[in-house]
């Protein structure tokens, strides 16, 4: 299955380019478009890995519907912080691209050597999540996990939304 | 179809995932208009949601990706929040660098 491996690292490379757009951008609107773009690129990933229900909840609640948030704002803001050229703390520029370095080099120690055991080793057992969703279906496996395993901080999350709600209706009060 | 994790391996996702998350710190790092602050942020959370579907399908265990769906939740409410403190700190002091951010009142 070479054409896996082919899309896989068209993919990668997109993701980490268009990523990279998004902290290299001088125009707000510009880094805003760029990381819709990445999180496009990212449901692929999700489809991909076989996740058909995150893939589509990425698409329309993360490009869809926050991006149309951020890109409101960012264009309602966007005429007064055109010059990021005056630098108060020259220096943090430097101490920050070494610290990100150092970062990567972490996380790939990290992910290199560890013992990489092969996780896959209970393959289409009932329980699992291939088997539920060869039987059921992939968005009735995910609701099924979601509603059986998961309904406590299910829930927790409204409560969590009804904050979010208060705080940005207290926040946008014209004081 | 094939599973996925007969045909790459899990440590591609990870790697991806990491240089994303990368990208991410150091754009909150270098970058002084904190809606790329924001941006970036969302980025280091969808860098982590990949690694968690990536280990969802790999473990074969639906797990991962519930926590993606209560991070994409929280990630809404964040966004909703800063948002409007962006504005409301835009609304009394005309200039969002970051840097000029450094007295705890209005």
Redesign the interface.
């Known amino acids: 299955m070479i054409a896996v491996q082919i899309s896989f690292f068209v993919l990668a490379v997109a993701t980490i380019a268009s990523s990279i757009g998004v902290i290299a951008f001088k125009n707000a609107v510009y880094s805003a478009l760029s990381l819709i773009l990445t999180l496009l690129f990212l449901a692929m990933f999700y489809l991909q890995l076989g996740a058909m229900f995150i893939a589509i909840v990425q698409i329309l609640i993360y490009a869809g519907a926050i991006m149309v948030l951020f890109l409101f704002v960012v264009t309602m803001l966007a005429p007064d912080q055109a010059d990021e050229t005056r630098d108060r703390i020259p220096w943090q520029r430097v101490v920050g691209i070494i610290l990100g370095i150092v970062l990567v080099g972490a996380l790939s120690i990290l992910i290199f050597s560890g013992n990489n055991p092969s996780l896959i080793a209970t393959h289409a057992q009932s329980g699992s999540l291939s088997h539920a969703v060869a039987t059921t279906g992939n968005v009735e496996a995910f609701g099924n996990a979601l509603f059986h395993g998961f309904l406590f901080p299910f829930e927790v999350t409204s409560l969590l939304i009804v904050i979010a709600i208060l705080g940005a209706l207290v926040f946008g009060r014209r004081a | 179809m ?15 995932s ?10 909150v ?5 904190p ?2 602050i ?3 942020i ?2 280091m959370l ?1 860098a982590v ?2 690694s968690f ?2 280990f ?8 991962g ?2 926590f ?3 991070v ?10 800063g ?6 700190i ?1 609304r009394t002091r ?4 970051v ?2 951010m450094n007295v705890l009142r209005g």
Do not use: C, K
């Open positions: 094939p599973h996925p994790s007969d045909l790459m391996p899990l440590s591609a996702y990870l790697t991806v990491a240089l994303m998350f990368a990208i991410g710190a150091l754009g790092l270098i970058r002084r208009n809606l790329i924001f941006m970036s969302e980025l969808n949601n990949l579907v990536a969802s399908t790999f473990l074969d265990s639906a797990d990706q519930m993606v769906f209560i994409l939740t929280v990630a809404a409410a964040e966004v909703v929040v948002l409007a403190i962006i504005v409301s835009f005309r200039n969002i660098d840097d000029d």
